[in-house]
């Protein structure tokens, strides 16, 4: 039987866990928060990419990947609660560098996927400790399609016009040489709790 000295000492840490630790079926319920939230940021960018590229080309395209996708991402943020971006390995925009998780993320997807999963089904998600407090952290893969080759693919594939914007825009640009089927990066969803 615990005295109650020890109770007053482990009711806090107790109560502490309880909001830091999510069970498996509230981290269940927030990854499908989640899934939904990175669709919407697909859905609503893929829709607006590919009306662009059959309108316009992809040389007068690549300012909604530019201007576009962030605005996008911030709109999706704002209406989630949840703070949302993309992220690659081989990242075009400076800023799209993967942190650790999301590197390691990305990682482990590609492994499923060579080991049969669908690259469109493809997602993660992990409760993480950090400095701050636990991060409810999630990704989804982003598949390499052909629509995407003209500004990702291959450099004997991209439109002289399009290399050339990009050598303007993106100095640093590491983003090209996919394939379809590949995975370009992830949607990259975090919460705190
Ligand atoms: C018209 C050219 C164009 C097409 C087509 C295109 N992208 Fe991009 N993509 C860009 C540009 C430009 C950026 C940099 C955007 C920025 O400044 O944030 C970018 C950035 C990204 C990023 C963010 C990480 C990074 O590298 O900066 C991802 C992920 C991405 N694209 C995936 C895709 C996928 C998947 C497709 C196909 C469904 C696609 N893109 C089609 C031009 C394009």
């Given at each position: 039987m615990k005295t109650p000295a020890l109770i007053t000492l482990a009711l806090p840490a107790l109560l502490a866990g309880c909001a830091n630790s999510p069970s498996a079926e509230e981290q269940a319920a927030m990854a499908a928060d989640a899934r939904k939230t990175s669709g919407a940021l697909i859905q609503k960018l893929g829709g607006e990419l590919k009306a662009s590229m059959s309108a316009k080309g992809p040389e007068s395209t690549i300012v909604v990947c530019k201007v576009r996708a962030p605005e996008i991402a911030a709109e999706v943020s704002k209406q989630s609660g949840f703070e949302v971006k993309r992220v690659s390995p081989k990242n075009r925009n400076p800023a799209g560098v993967p942190d650790a998780w999301e590197a390691e993320a990305q990682a482990s997807l590609e492994k499923r996927m060579a080991a049969g999963e669908k690259p469109e089904t493809l997602d993660t998600w992990q409760v993480v400790s950090t400095p701050n407090g636990k991060v409810f952290r999630y990704a989804k893969a982003l598949p390499v399609q052909p629509v995407c080759l003209s500004c990702h693919g291959d450099p004997a594939a991209i439109p002289d016009g399009v290399k050339a914007v990009l050598a303007t825009?993106?100095?640093?640009?590491?983003?090209?040489?996919y394939a379809p089927g590949m995975i370009r990066g992830i949607v990259s969803v975090q919460r705190p709790l």
């Amino acid at each position: 039987m615990k005295t109650p000295a020890l109770i007053t000492l482990a009711l806090p840490a107790l109560l502490a866990g309880c909001a830091n630790s999510p069970s498996a079926e509230e981290q269940a319920a927030m990854a499908a928060d989640a899934r939904k939230t990175s669709g919407a940021l697909i859905q609503k960018l893929g829709g607006e990419l590919k009306a662009s590229m059959s309108a316009k080309g992809p040389e007068s395209t690549i300012v909604v990947c530019k201007v576009r996708a962030p605005e996008i991402a911030a709109e999706v943020s704002k209406q989630s609660g949840f703070e949302v971006k993309r992220v690659s390995p081989k990242n075009r925009n400076p800023a799209g560098v993967p942190d650790a998780w999301e590197a390691e993320a990305q990682a482990s997807l590609e492994k499923r996927m060579a080991a049969g999963e669908k690259p469109e089904t493809l997602d993660t998600w992990q409760v993480v400790s950090t400095p701050n407090g636990k991060v409810f952290r999630y990704a989804k893969a982003l598949p390499v399609q052909p629509v995407c080759l003209s500004c990702h693919g291959d450099p004997a594939a991209i439109p002289d016009g399009v290399k050339a914007v990009l050598a303007t825009e993106y100095p640093q640009d590491k983003a090209i040489g996919y394939a379809p089927g590949m995975i370009r990066g992830i949607v990259s969803v975090q919460r705190p709790l």
